[in-house]
Each structure stands twice: as C-alpha cells, then as structure tokens.
C-alpha cells in the first residue's frame, strides 16, 4: 500500500501550478521584444518632440517676415540620433476657421519622422506666429 | 538521498522562475512607464504649443487696443492635431492696484511708467509711491547666517522726471536695503556708520493687489520717499513730468519680484497680460505673457564717458 502511493506520481494541483507558470512566463518572454520595442520607441518619440520644440522656438526668434508659405527642412545636433530620420516645417496662412476674426499670422507645422522597424512614426507639433508676437 | 536531490531541483527550477518573472514583470512595468510618459509628454507639448498660439492669437487680435482697458477674448479653436486652447488678453494695471514686475535677476532691471509710455504726457502726479520688493518665500531671517539675511535684495531706484526749469531730463536715486528691522543695530551700514541716506523696510512680509487683481507677497514695502526723506515728495512741483522709475537689485544672486503700488491714484496702463490655456489629451498647460510696452536700455542709466562723440554703429 505504502509503495503504491509512492508511485502515485503528480497531483492535479501541482500540475495546473507547473503549466500555469510556465504559461506566465511564456507569455512574459513573448512579450519581452514588443516592451523593449516600446522602450526605444517612446524614447525616440521623445526625442522627436524636444528636436520639433526645439525649432519651434528657434522659427519664433526668426522676423516674421522670413516666413514664407510652403515646406521647409531642417536638421538638429540630435536628429541623427534617431534611426532614418527627417525633420519639416510647413508654413501656411492661419486657416480661416482659427483665425476667424482675420488675424494675420502664420500656421506653423513642425513634423519630426523616423523609422522603427521598417513603420514611419513622427511627431508632428502645430502652432501659429504672428508679427511682434512671442519671442520677436 | 535520491529524493533530496530531486527537492534541490525544484528549488533551483522556482528560483530561476521568479528572477525570470522579476526581469520580465520589471522590464513590461517600464515599458508601459516610458510609453505612459512619452504620451504625457507630447500631449503637453502640442498643449504648450496651442496655448502659445493662442497668446499670438490674442496679441494680434489686442493689437488695436494697445493701451486700452477692455479685455480681450479669444474663441476656443482647434489646432489641427487634436490640440485646443483659448486666450484673453486685458491691460494692466488696474484701478490702484500695483503692477508687478515678475521675479528677475540684478542682471536686468524693471521699469515702471508714471508718464504715459505713448505720449510721454504727465500721469501720475502725486507726492509718493509704494515699492514692493523681495521673495518672502525664501531666504528669511535666519539666526543661524547671523542674523543676517542671507539673499534678501537692497533695491537702487532711478526716478527719471523732466525738469521743466533746466528744460533736462534727470534722474534721481534712491536705495533701499531689506534689512531685518529699522533700528540701529541693524540699519544699513558703510564703514560701521549708520547711513540714514539708505532706508529700511517700512514694512515686511505682506501682500498687494497686483496687475488685474492677483494677490502677490513680498518680504519688503517702502514708502518713496520717505516721510523723513529730504525732499519727501516726488519731484513732480510745477510744470515737472514724472517719466518713469527703473529698480535694480543689489546684493542677491536669486530671483526675486518687484512691484510698483501707486501712493494715491493709479499708475498709467502701460503693459497687456496675456493667458491661455491648450489642452491635448487630458492634458492641460496654462500660459501667461506679460507685454510691458517701451522698455529703455539700461546703458543710459549711467553718465557715458568719452574722448569723442558716441556713435551708434
């Protein structure tokens, strides 16, 4: 009697523990290259959005008058630190339904692309300008 | 034996487990940290960015009411990426109230308007003043450091009036040091010598209504002049201007405010505060511009020495 409860081998609780843990950990390793993915993604994105601050201020400093309508590039010390990187401002005039009252002043876009794992992301960072506004 | 073997396996199988769940558990709890973060981040961005464009949107819309005292509002808009923000603009100060100068360095200097900025035409005309100065919020009296305070600013004032007798703009200084008390152990000294010609605090610690009706603290408020001072008024007899008054801080290498507080009447409307609010996300930033029009170099503060005549290159 004693010799066959020896044999009797694994209990049904200790089995659910041993699949459940080792699905957990599955799981975990699974998930591990997505969480570190994320990691460099939310670093580049913040990155992205200090280099598009950046040139928000630096465009601020500049005479109003040098803006002029259309697409421009730029380039920062910290771009190249993102992987395949671009950086573009877009000037326009301010959309009739912001400027409702017929303020004169310039939409600025400030849009900040990289590349991460073969997917485009960017940051993109509106505002708008006028003449004798902020930082002129 | 066999069997206690077999036991030391288990313990090394849940060991292993638990650090591999701990680095996993860690690294997905950081990953969701920094994508958290990352979000917050860039949504306060476009949100400083919206609010921004809303203070340039009050600016230009306030153009026309350059000096003038009615509040201007700026309609909520949206910004093409999910960012909203409004703004109001309204000129400062108001009614009695004092005009706040925000905290600054000694290496710049505030500048208060008694004349109007625009014309240069006679506002205020009364015999005094009140100049509020200090941070109270740091830097108090501290035994410890002597007695002494050890960052709390002594003020010079350039009281710039035309005098309309020599038909010349002057100046006229004064200074003011924040010393504990007024009496004579601790009046500003040169030399070991009580110098009545620098006074103390009238009174410290207390508050003011600033600008459009804020409450602001300082550690220090001076009557100028004084009622002991010689002259005790204003130089503003006869058919004399008072123009401005400029403050610069001595002796602190921290920032402190300063504000203005007219004795009887008020002071000119002389700058236009802008606030805005964008919103992105849940995010929220606020914004607050204060435009003070006609700011004079501080070079002419000074007497210019020169061989030749100075030219402008």
């Known amino acids: ?136 | 034996m066999k069997n206690n073997s077999s036991g030391q396996v288990v313990i090394l199988l849940l060991l292993i487990m638990v650090v591999a769940l701990a680095i996993g558990l860690s690294t997905i709890g950081r990953s969701i940290l920094e994508v958290s973060t990352s979000r917050k981040s860039e949504d306060s961005s476009r949100a400083f960015s919206a609010a921004e464009a809303a203070i340039e949107k009050a600016i230009k819309q306030n153009e026309n009411n350059i000096g003038g005292t009615t509040t201007t509002q700026v309609n909520p808009f949206n910004l093409s990426n999910a960012a909203a923000a409004s703004a109001s603009a309204g000129a400062t100060p108001v009614g009695s109230n004092a005009l706040s100068f925000a905290p600054y360095t000694k290496r710049t200097f505030a500048q208060f308007w008694l004349a109007n900025p625009e014309t240069m035409a006679r506002s205020y005309n009364e015999d005094y003043f009140y100049l509020y100065f200090g941070d109270p919020n740091h830097d108090k009296y501290d035994e410890t450091k002597g007695g002494r305070l050890a960052n709390q600013p002594a003020v010079e004032l350039d009281i710039v009036y035309w005098d309309d007798t020599d038909k010349k703009y002057k100046t006229l200084k004064k200074y003011y040091d924040s010393y504990r008390d007024g009496s004579l152990i601790n009046a500003p000294r040169i030399n070991n010598t009580t110098q009545s010609s620098i006074s103390s605090c009238d009174v410290r610690d207390t508050s003011t209504l600033i600008d459009d009706g804020a409450t602001a603290n300082y550690y220090c408020q001076v009557r100028v002049p004084s009622t002991s001072d010689v002259p005790s008024i204003l130089p503003h007899s006869g058919n004399n201007i008072l123009i401005m008054v400029r403050v610069r801080l001595l002796y602190t290498d921290t920032e402190h405010p300063v504000a203005l507080k007219p004795g009887i009447g008020s002071l000119p409307t002389q700058a236009n505060i802008y606030r805005a609010s964008g919103t992105s996300g849940d995010v929220k930033r606020s914004l607050e511009v204060t435009n003070y029009r006609g700011v004079m170099p501080q070079l002419f503060d000074y007497v210019l020495f020169s061989a030749s005549n100075l030219k402008k290159e």
């Open chain 1, 1 to 136: 009697m004693l010799k066959i409860k020896n044999q009797r081998g694994i209990s049904l609780i200790e089995l659910i523990l041993v699949v459940v843990a080792v699905g957990v950990l599955a799981v975990l390793i699974a998930s591990l290259p997505a969480s570190i993915q994320s990691i460099r993604n939310s670093g580049n994105t913040s990155l992205a959005k200090e280099i598009a601050n950046k040139e928000i201020d630096l465009l601020r400093k500049q005479p109003y008058s040098g803006l002029s309508n259309g697409m421009n590039t730029f380039t920062d010390a910290s771009l190249f630190k993102l992987p395949s990187p671009a950086a573009q401002y877009e000037v326009s005039d301010c959309p009739i339904e912001v400027c409702a009252s017929g303020e004169v002043a310039k939409k600025i876009k400030v849009t900040v692309f990289w590349q991460e794992a073969g997917v485009v992301k960017k940051v993109e960072l509106s505002t708008l300008m006028t003449e004798r506004g902020l930082g002129q």
